[in-house]
């Protein structure tokens, strides 16, 4: 499993419990000292890999910004800087996604998350692909890169709501239950329509959610490890969509405003 955009290892540390040898790639100098910290063990014995680089469209040394919050560090200014956030200038070896396969071998599963430059490595897998894809949903350029996995033999799609882990499905039109579906986006609607009252609603679910990992941290400790990874889409064997059918289910929760509400993470099979 290749882990692209390692930030804090989660799902690094999910890969591994699950068994797979992973090959890290994360840009920032810092988040890799910390992992290389973190997963001595695994390093050591040769099921993990570490790669201090960022994945460019051609190999060289790139400027990249590191963001106040580590989660935006970018190649674009404007990412890493979002929601006032200051940033710092560097300089980073990049490498292409392809020649990394060439050298480390096609995984099974690839996930990807750097920021801005999803499109880049998915486009630059080159023709040996991996069986599983998934990468973080934006509303700009997800129908890009669904079509470029089209293009390279990808036919089922998921799309994966990142708090729960569970794929999104939304009823057929005409029935009961779309009705309840449709009604429930309706008043988040008109809740994102009142900010000070939305604010303090998603306070209140963040604080509920919040104390329910903490009960559940204290029976069962170990759960504390699997509360932020995102699940592989191996994992999942329903809410999978052929394409068309998923652009249908994509646009929807673009229009309704749940993409407003929510992030969302694309698994793609072959």
């Known amino acids: 499993a290749y882990d692209v955009g390692v930030y804090d290892g989660a799902d690094t540390a999910h890969y591994l419990a699950l068994g797979y040898h992973v090959v890290g790639i994360e840009a920032s100098p810092d988040l890799c000292t910390s992992l290389q910290q973190r997963f001595a063990k695994e390093i050591d014995a040769g099921r993990y890999t570490l790669l201090n680089v960022a994945i460019g469209e051609s190999e060289g040394v790139l400027p990249f910004w590191l963001s106040e919050n580590p989660q935006w560090n970018s190649f674009d200014y404007a990412a890493a800087t979002r929601d006032g956030k200051t940033a710092t200038q560097i300089s980073v070896p990049a490498r292409t996604i392809s020649s990394i396969f060439r050298e480390y071998g096609v995984p099974d599963y690839i996930k990807v998350d750097i920021e801005g430059a999803d499109y880049v490595c998915l486009r630059g897998m080159g023709n040996e692909c991996p069986t599983f894809v998934s990468f973080e949903a934006g509303k700009e350029g997800c129908d890009e890169m669904l079509l470029e996995l089209a293009r390279r033999g990808y036919t089922s799609f998921s799309l994966v709501h990142q708090r729960s882990q569970r794929p ?21 609607w008109k809740l994102r329509r009142s900010p000070i009252i939305h604010k303090l609603l998603a306070g ?3 604080r509920m959610r919040w104390a329910a990992g903490r009960r559940q941290h204290k029976k069962d400790p170990a759960v504390v490890a699997q509360i932020h990874h995102c699940l592989t889409p191996m994992e999942h064997t329903d809410g999978w969509y052929t394409l068309p059918d998923f652009l249908w289910l994509w646009r929807n929760v673009i229009t309704s405003g749940m993409i407003d509400s929510a992030w969302f993470d694309v698994h793609a099979r072959r």
């Open 168 to 188: 999104t499905m939304i009823p057929s039109a005409g029935s009961l239950a779309h009705v309840n579906w449709s009604a429930r986006q309706w008043l988040r």
């Open 204 to 206: 209140a679910r963040s």
